[in-house]
């Protein structure tokens, strides 16, 4: 049986899985879903209990990626989640695990996502996409020009997911001097040819702006076959649902037991795969949506009533990278809640897409968020500070600020006879400054990152100009 991909708006036609993984939205402007999700039953969860991280992402992804043969499939993910790649783990037994859990107290744990090379859980699905981009562009003889703007954490994990790999060029914008020394340092440091570092002079949104203008211009977007790797890629959601199994089996002695996880939520696009690990069978109780200061998410869940902010409402916090003003995967979970049907997702998102809300209460959608297990919470920089100093405190161990808001909130819901995972999404090294203010000492750096900050840097300023960019990516094609 071949997995199909529907839009959420319904309006467009259904595609494989190789055939969405290079693109972005739908071209109704929706977001891909498996058309249903693949179930695993009480027999196929004890029989993945045993099973090691690759066995057990093969597993749940050969469910979702049925045009890959799998042969080719199982030595994408193979050479993928290895302890080379995922080296940075507290000690070598961890590394083994990819995805260590680290207990903090009985029944409350750490789920370790962030031993990948940048840092950030957004390795687990990063990498094996530039894994999966290089097969399917190298089958079709194909290559692409990847174009896109961070702030921090996802240009570097698409960086290094996309060195070295042919067939595959990477433009990466970043507002020059805005990012952190370490930061910087991580992406600009990459001396590999097919990757381009352009700092903009200019803001965070001057390099989405231009992204964006790039993107709308269709004939030099489909001339120089320019793609992205952003947040709402259905292969980075599907492959961070494996690490949610993981988890469960980790936290757990067998499968009755339901266990909770909580998430600090950004984008939405790790919840997300919460939410579909649940779908697909897995015993979960709460999936728990930890926001900081910017709460747009928390709001919903508390009142049914979805209100993205503007730019100019969406604080810079000490966890930046939950500073968002929209929740891009959020559509994927709406589109569950309400019944897959197109024409209510298109009337929900056209007030959104013009700057607008909608609130579920009216058509009683929102009572029945409850029957997902989804609950939340929102954190602060003085909560976070003070869980940074209380987890290092009661139990040695260092967390980043995105963890701390992750924890804070878990806690509000911690309950007896149910474990409560919650997600560790960077380390904190990557946050020099906000370790400083909560504990007084610089942060734990992994032995491998090394002196990072002192290697020499390759990366071109430019004027925040979109012809100027333009014009850099076309006189820096690959040959
Ligand atoms: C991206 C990110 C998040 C938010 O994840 P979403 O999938 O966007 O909800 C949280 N913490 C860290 C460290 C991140 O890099």
């Known amino acids: 049986m071949v997995m199909r991909y529907i839009s ?53 992804l050969s469910r979702f990626i049925d045009d890959i043969p799998a042969a080719d499939l199982r030595a994408i993910i193979d050479k993928t989640y290895t302890p080379e790649v995922y080296g940075n783990a ?100 990459l001396q590999d040819e097919n990757i381009h570092n352009i700092a903009v002079d200019g803001v965070f949104d001057d390099c989405q702006d231009i992204v964006k ?103 810079h916090t000490s966890s930046p990278s939950m500073d968002i003003s929209k929740a891009s995967n959020f559509e994927r979970f ?23 809300m909608f609130d579920l209460n009216q058509q009683g959608w929102f009572e029945q968020v409850a029957d997902y297990g989804m609950v939340s919470g929102a954190s602060n920089h003085a909560s976070r500070m003070e869980t940074i100093r209380d987890t290092w405190e009661k139990y040695g161990v260092m967390i980043d600020t995105h963890t701390a808001d992750g924890l804070k909130v878990g806690l509000e819901y911690f309950e007896p006879g149910v474990p409560m995972i919650v997600l560790e999404t960077a380390l904190p090294a990557k946050f020099d400054e906000a370790i400083h203010e909560a504990l007084g000492r610089a942060p734990e750096r992994p032995a491998t990152i090394g002196d990072i900050e002192n290697l020499p840097q390759r990366f071109t300023v430019m004027r925040n100009d979109v012809e100027d960019i333009k014009q850099f990516i076309v006189s820096h094609l690959a040959s």
């Open 90 to 189: 507290r000690s070598d037994e961890q590394a083994a695990d990819i995805t260590p859990l680290h207990t903090l107290e009985p029944g409350l744990h750490l789920l370790c996502l962030s031993n990948g090379p940048t840092l950030a859980f957004k390795d687990m699905a990063m990498q094996l996409l530039g894994n999966l981009f290089e097969y399917v562009l190298n089958r079709a003889g194909e290559d692409i020009n990847i174009l896109g703007a961070t702030s921090g954490d996802t240009g570097s994990a698409a960086e290094y997911a996309m060195r070295g790999k042919r067939g595959i060029n990477v433009y990466m914008l970043s507002p020059h001097n805005k990012m952190s020394r370490f930061q910087t340092a991580q992406m600009f440091s």
């Open 8 to 60: 959420t708006r319904g309006n467009s036609p259904a595609q494989s899985f190789t055939q969405i993984l290079l693109g972005g939205l739908a071209p109704d402007g929706g977001l891909y879903l498996p058309e249903t999700y693949p179930h695993f039953g009480a027999a196929d969860l004890s029989t993945m209990r045993g099973m090691n991280y690759r066995e057990l992402a093969y597993t749940v």
């Open 213 to 315: 203008a790039v993107s709308n211009d269709h004939e030099f977007k489909a001339k120089y076959k320019i793609g992205a790797v952003n947040s709402i890629n259905w292969g980075r959601v599907a492959a961070q649902v494996v690490y949610y199994f993981k988890g469960y089996f980790a936290a757990t002695h067998d499968n009755n037991q339901q266990v909770s996880f909580s998430v600090p939520s950004g984008n939405f696009g790790n919840v997300c795969a919460g939410h579909i690990a649940r779908m697909m069978g897995l015993p979960i109780k709460h999936l728990i949506v930890a926001t900081n200061e910017n709460d747009v998410l928390d709001e919903f869940f508390k009142t049914g009533v979805y209100r993205p902010r503007a730019a100019a409402q969406t604080y």
């Open 334 to 356: 709406v589109a569950d809640l309400t019944g897959r049907d197109g024409a209510v997702l298109r009337a929900l998102w056209e007030p959104i897409d013009q700057g607008g």
